[in-house]
C-alpha cells in the first residue's frame, strides 16, 4: 500500500500572531524509507549526522546547492506536496468564522458564496492596520485569540470591548456584529468547546485533500511525532472510519469526499525514518523561503530556487491577495458553508 511521509514546521498552537513564526506548513511525500535512504546517501554521502535536519544542514553555504538538487529529484520524481499559510492571514479567516459569519448567517445570507471570507480576511491583513487604528487592530486580535481559547464571559467581553476601541465604522461588514450588537450567534460560536485557533488540524486536512486526489486506491500516512499531530489522530480516525458518501467543492481546486480513501494515520519517530526527515528537508526549505521573501530573514536557501522547483499543483498556499476578481473566480460555486456543517453535524460533537 502506497505511504506518504509528513513533517511540519512552525507549529506554536493556538497562537498565531507569534511574530517570530509568521509561515506554518507541512510537505508530505509518497516515497519508500529505502529510496529516501538512497537519496540522501547518494546527496550527502559525507553525512556523520543520526538524522538529516533542514535547520543543521542549510547553516552550511556548502550543502546548499545539495539541498536544493536533493529537492528537485523529490518533486520531479515522487509524488509531493507542501503547504503554507500565512498564520496572521488564517487567524483572520477564523475571526470570519467564527465572530463574523454566524451574524449573516442568522439573517439568511451565505457569507462564503464565491469565496467572500476570503476577500474579506484578506482586505482586513492589508488595510486593517491603517484603517481600524494598528494598535487597536492588533489588541482586537489577540483578543480574539484568546477568547477562544480561554471561552469565559470575561474574554467574549473584552474581545467585544476591543472591536468597539477599534475604528470599526471603517469596515462594518467585518466589525459590526461584535461592536454593535455584541452578536449573541458569534458569541456563541466562539464558545463552542472544540473551536480552537490552532492550525495544525488546518494544515493536515489540506494535505489530505491533495493526496486524496494524487492516488488511486487506498494509502496510509506516517508523520513524526509531535504532541500538536498526535492530538489530532482520532479525529482523523473518525475521518477516516466515515463511511457516509458525500462530496463537496470548494475552490477551482479542492474538494473533498467522503469515505477517504486513507485507510490510517500513525505516527513514528524522525530519526528512525529516512522519509520523514525528507518531509523535513521540504517543509523547512518551504517555511523559510518564505521568510526571507517577505524580509523576516535574509540568510538560507535561495528563494527563487526554492519556489521554482515546484510544479502548481504541488504546493499549496494560504496567502492573502487583493485580486479580490481572482479570489471570485477562484471560489466560485464553493460549498464552504455546506462544509463547514456537515462537519460541525459529524465530527465535533
Known amino acids: 500500500m502506497e505511504c ?10 493556538f497562537d498565531l500572531l507569534n511574530p517570530a513564526q509568521r509561515f506554518q506548513g507541512a510537505s508530505t511525500i ?16 559525507k553525512l ?6 533542514y535547520r543543521s544542514l542549510v547553516r552550511r553555504p556548502g550543502n546548499h546547492p545539495r539541498l536544493l538538487a536533493l529537492q528537485r529529484d523529490l518533486l520531479t520524481n515522487y ?15 477564523m475571526f470570519m468564522d467564527y465572530a463574523v459569519e454566524p451574524f449573516y448567517y442568522e439573517r439568511g445570507m451565505n457569507f462564503y458564496e464565491d469565496g467572500q471570507n476570503y476577500a474579506l480576511a484578506s482586505l482586513l491583513y492589508y488595510a486593517g492596520p ?15 485569540q484568546h477568547a ?7 474574554a467574549l467581553g473584552a474581545l467585544v470591548s476591543a472591536a468597539r476601541k477599534t475604528r470599526w465604522r471603517e469596515l462594518p461588514e467585518a466589525l459590526g456584529p461584535l461592536a454593535v450588537d455584541a452578536c449573541p450567534e458569534c458569541l456563541s460560536a466562539i464558545a463552542t468547546p472544540g473551536v480552537s485557533t490552532d492550525a495544525a488540524l488546518v494544515v493536515l486536512q489540506s494535505l489530505v485533500s491533495r493526496m486524496e ?4 486506491g487506498p494509502y496510509r500516512v506516517e508523520h513524526d511525532q509531535s504532541k500538536n499531530l498526535l492530538t489530532y489522530n482520532t479525529l482523523l480516525q473518525r475521518y477516516i472510519d466515515h463511511d457516509q458518501q458525500i462530496e463537496f467543492h470548494q475552490s477551482e481546486i479542492a474538494s473533498i469526499k467522503f469515505p477517504l480513501k486513507l485507510t490510517s494515520v500513525t505516527q513514528v519517530d524522525s530519526k528512525d525514518s529516512p522519509a520523514v526527515q525528507l518531509a523535513d ?11 526571507i521573501l517577505t524580509g523576516q530573514r535574509t540568510a538560507g536557501l535561495d528563494a527563487e530556487a526554492v519556489m521554482s522547483l515546484y510544479a502548481d499543483h504541488q504546493l499549496i498556499h494560504m496567502l492573502p491577495s487583493i485580486d479580490f476578481a481572482e479570489q471570485q473566480r477562484f471560489r466560485k460555486g464553493t460549498q464552504a458553508a455546506e462544509v463547514i456543517n456537515y462537519f460541525a453535524a459529524h465530527f465535533h460533537k
Do not use: W
Not at 130 to 144: H, I, S
Open 79 to 93: 509524488k509531493c506536496v507542501t503547504y503554507v499559510c500565512d498564520k496572521r492571514y488564517l487567524l483572520l479567516l
Open 213 to 216: 486526489v494524487m492516488v488511486d
Open 148 to 154: 477562544v481559547k480561554d471561552k469565559s464571559l470575561a
Open 281 to 291: 528537508v521540504m517543509i523547512g526549505a518551504a517555511i523559510e523561503a518564505g521568510n
Open 4 to 13: 506518504f511521509r509528513i513533517d511540519e514546521s512552525g507549529y506554536t498552537g
Open 48 to 53: 556523520q549526522a543520526a538524522e538529516l535536519k
Open 30 to 45: 509518497a516515497i519508500s524509507n529505502e529510496d529516501a535512504r538512497r537519496l540522501i546517501r547518494e546527496h550527502f554521502p
Open 130 to 144: 491603517t484603517q481600524l487604528g494598528r494598535e487597536a487592530f492588533d489588541k482586537l486580535l489577540a483578543a480574539f
